[in-house]
């Protein structure tokens, strides 16, 4: 796996020292709040490791990449392609970024490389992902990169004590 390089950032491989990074957002449930489930509870520092080392060792599945400051290197997030189904062609997306790199075009510029990356070195046909509906930020975020709104779950997702929406959105290679 390579490194893809925009121009703010970089996506590259995981390294050790990025546990102390993923401990700082894993357990701030502002950050997992939207996250799959196995985010919304809280995380050891054994969890987080074990973790860390599948990925090291190649043993997590998909394509990960560490979002990272392409000047310094230091960890902001991290994109994953799972679920990589290459008879259909078509992966899952999913993006985390740490409380000090949002809102400053680190989403969009990283879901932009991982899409190219996506569609033309890994020659997907759909990229998609699961998003609730009320994670705004991230539905906007996701529309100007071009994903479309395929369909909703309803009351898929147990966030805050209450039922939310999901909303599946895809992108087609076509698309891009």
Known sequence: ???????????????????????????????TKYLAGAYRRPQTWEQTEEWLSRRLNGDAGGEGYVIADKETGKYLGQIDLMM???IARKA????VLMPSAQKKGYAAESIRLILSYAFHTMNLNRVWLKCAEKNEPAVRCY?????KTEGVLRNDLYIDGEYQNAVIMGILKEEF
């Open 84 to 86: 990589i189904d290459p």
């Open 1 to 31: 796996m390579g490194r893809l390089i925009g121009d703010k950032i970089i996506l590259r491989e995981y390294r050790a020292e990025d546990l102390s990074a993923l401990r700082a957002w894993v357990n701030d449930s502002d950050v």
């Open 92 to 95: 899952e997306m999913a993006i």
């Open 143 to 147: 529309l100007k990169a071009g994903f």
